[in-house]
Nanobody, 115 residues
Framework: QVTLVESGGGSVQPGGSLRLSCVAS????????MGWYRQAPGKERALVAH???????YYEDSVKGRFTISRDNAKNTVYLQMNSLKPEDTAVYYC?????????WGQGTQVTVSS
């Protein structure tokens, strides 16, 4: 069974930074396109960014220039560096394949941005 474990969330003030990590139980998962998703209160989960093994990346317009997705294939780990955080970034952040598979959702990690 594939297991994804997210970590690195927390509470920060606007303009602050966080780095999220996602560790996969199998290297096969990280051979696919991997994505970071988030779910804000009252809204559906939405894609934030994704990355291929060859390091091609995609970012949603709302995070472009502020967030950076990266991966370490040897460690089966995907990262999301988040800078210049805004209150509207507040959400539970998840990693998954892209396109996502419903059975692979983990517990996520909470990011709260407030004054």
């Amino acid at each position: 069974q594939v297991t994804l474990v997210e970590s690195g969330g927390g509470s920060v003030q606007p303009g602050g930074s966080l780095r999220l990590s996602c560790v996969a139980s199998t290297s096969a998962l990280n051979a696919n396109i991997m994505g970071w998703y988030r779910q804000a209160p009252g809204k559906e989960r939405a894609l934030v960014a994704h990355i291929m093994r060859g390091n091609n990346t995609y970012y949603e317009d709302s995070v472009k220039g502020r967030f950076t997705i990266s991966r370490d294939n040897a460690k089966n780990t995907v990262y999301l560096q988040m800078n210049s955080l805004k209150p509207e970034d507040t959400a539970v952040y998840y990693c998954n394949r892209f396109p996502w598979l419903d059975d692979y959702w983990g517990q996520g990690t909470q990011v709260t941005v407030s004054s």
